[in-house]
Nanobody
Framework: QVQLVESGGGLVQPGGSLRLSCAASGSSFRFYAVGWYRQAPGKQRELVAAITSSGNTNYADFVKGRFTISRDNAKNTMYLQMNSLKPEDTAVYYC?????????WGQGTQVTVSS
């Protein structure tokens, strides 16, 4: 049974926008910090943005001013609003969130930024 489901990836032009969503099952989501990560081919997975249970955020330097992480605890859903996208943002994006007693990864969604 899938416990984290991502959506919203796709192909966009440089300067464009996408909004990623990640929906979690269970009752643990609202209590813990969650994050978005990305991984490009041949590279290590890296943190993009994180948000605490109370809404405090932090961002990797390479997305500051362009991306916004948010969450809706009533819907067990987290979001990543991605603006001013660059070709170097091309990667598979993964959400990381609690399901039960462990943190789990979403299945990944491909974001491709190209003209």
């Amino acid at each position: 049974q899938v416990q984290l489901v991502e959506s919203g990836g796709g192909l966009v032009q440089p300067g464009g926008s996408l909004r990623l969503s990640c929906a979690a099952s269970g009752s643990s989501f609202r209590f813990y910090a969650v994050g978005w990560y990305r991984q490009a081919p041949g590279k290590q997975r890296e943190l993009v943005a994180a948000i605490t249970s109370s809404g405090n955020t932090n961002y990797a330097d390479f997305v500051k001013g362009r991306f916004t992480i948010s969450r809706d605890n009533a819907k067990n859903t987290m979001y990543l609003q991605m603006n001013s996208l660059k070709p170097e943002d091309t990667a598979v994006y993964y959400c990381n969130a609690p399901v039960g007693v462990v943190m789990r990864w979403g299945q990944g969604t491909q974001v491709t930024v190209s003209s």
